[in-house]
């Protein structure tokens, strides 16, 4: 059974960094287009940053282009995402997910394996 576990949330001051992990229990899945989603009290889940199977390409929203950055260890069956700048509007549950094929769309519907959340607190 596929399980994506994240860690590394917390608080932090506007302007702070945070880097929040994902660990990917599998063999291959890994391989995919993987990506961090995340979901402000009283807001729709967006999609936040994504990357490609081979890590070579990544995608981000507007909210968050220029300060934050993803990335995939293959090996490690790790997925991060290095937060900078942080802003209160950054404040929100983030969750790991995975998709079924190596590219990327932007959008929710193409993940099917989901992280339980990391919550994020920016002050």
């Known amino acids: 059974d596929v399980q994506l576990v994240e860690s590394g949330g917390g608080s932090v001051q506007a302007g702070g960094s945070l880097r929040l992990s994902c660990v990917a229990a599998?063999?291959?899945?890994?391989?995919?287009?993987m990506g961090w989603l995340r979901q402000a009290p009283g807001k729709a889940r967006e999609v936040v940053a994504v990357?490609?199977?081979?890590?070579?390409?990544?995608h981000y929203s507007d909210s968050v282009r220029g300060r934050f950055t993803i990335s995939k260890d293959n090996p490690k069956n790790a997925l991060y995402l290095q937060m900078d700048s942080r802003k209160p509007d950054d404040t929100a549950m983030y969750y790991c997910?995975?998709?079924?094929?190596?590219?990327?769309?932007?959008?929710?519907?193409?993940?099917?394996?989901w992280g339980q959340g990391t919550q994020v607190t920016v002050s």
């Open positions: 997910a995975a998709g079924g094929l190596r590219v990327c769309s932007f959008r929710e519907s193409e993940f099917a394996y």
């Open positions: 599998g063999a291959t899945y890994i391989q995919v287009c």
């Open positions: 990357v490609t199977g081979d890590g070579t390409d990544t």
